[in-house]
Every structure is written in C-alpha cells, then in structure tokens.
C-alpha cells in the first residue's frame, strides 16, 4: 500500500525557517514524490514546488521563489526548505507523486498519491 509522510511542520516566527521532509514507500514502478502543496483554510490547494527526478528542473510558485528551496535524496525522498517565512505561508503542506514531471506548472491533476500533510504556521 502506496504511504507518503511528511514532516518538519510547525509554528515558527515570521522571519524564520522550517525544513520539509517527504518519505514516500510502495510506489508503484515509475512514480515518484516530485510535488509539493498547501492549502490554506478556505482556500484552493496550491503548488508550491516541484522537482523532476533527476534533479534538473525545479519548479517554484512565484510567491516562494528565492526563499523556498526543494531538494531530493531518490525517488522516495524530498525534501523543502523555506526560509524568510511569512505569515501568508500559513497552510497544511502536502508532497504528492505522480510517474510524471511537468517543469512548467504544479497541477494538482498531475498527481495520483498524496500524503497526509503537516501544518506550518508562521506568527506574525
């Protein structure tokens, strides 16, 4: 059975700093975690960042760019750091994986396996 856990959520100041982690176990041959999301109360699920397998592309929302960063280990692994975090950051954060990777936008279409989430709040 396909689980996805991700931790490192918390509370954190504005101005401060939480790194994500995304483990993923039972995929089923060529997915792969390559997604994250948030989703705020009342509002849509969102793109965050992206990452192909191989590492080479990256994809960031533009609200992130330049203070969030995502990285992975292998397929079953990624992880975001964020920094500079700001009160709109608020949100349950989701890694998600699909067999594919589409560099240019972060649809929650693309995805078929999605974790639980965890919580970052950020106080302003």
């Known amino acids: 059975q396909v689980q996805i856990v991700e931790s490192g959520g918390g509370l954190v100041q504005a101005g401060g700093s939480l790194r994500l982690s995304c483990t993923a176990s039972e995929l089923p041959r060529g997915y792969y975690v390559s997604g994250w999301f948030r989703q705020a109360p009342g509002k849509e699920r969102e793109g965050v960042s992206g990452i192909r397998l191989t590492a080479d592309k990256t994809f960031y929302a533009p609200s992130v760019k330049g203070r969030f960063t995502i990285s992975r280990d292998n397929a079953n692994k990624m992880y975001l750091q964020m920094n500079n975090l700001t009160h709109d950051n608020t949100a349950m954060y989701y890694c998600?994986?699909?067999?594919?990777?589409?560099?240019?936008?972060?649809?929650?279409?693309?995805?078929?396996?999605w974790g639980q989430g965890t919580q970052v709040t950020v106080a302003s």
């Open positions: 998600a994986a699909a067999n594919v990777f589409v560099w240019y936008e972060l649809s929650t279409s693309t995805y078929e396996y």
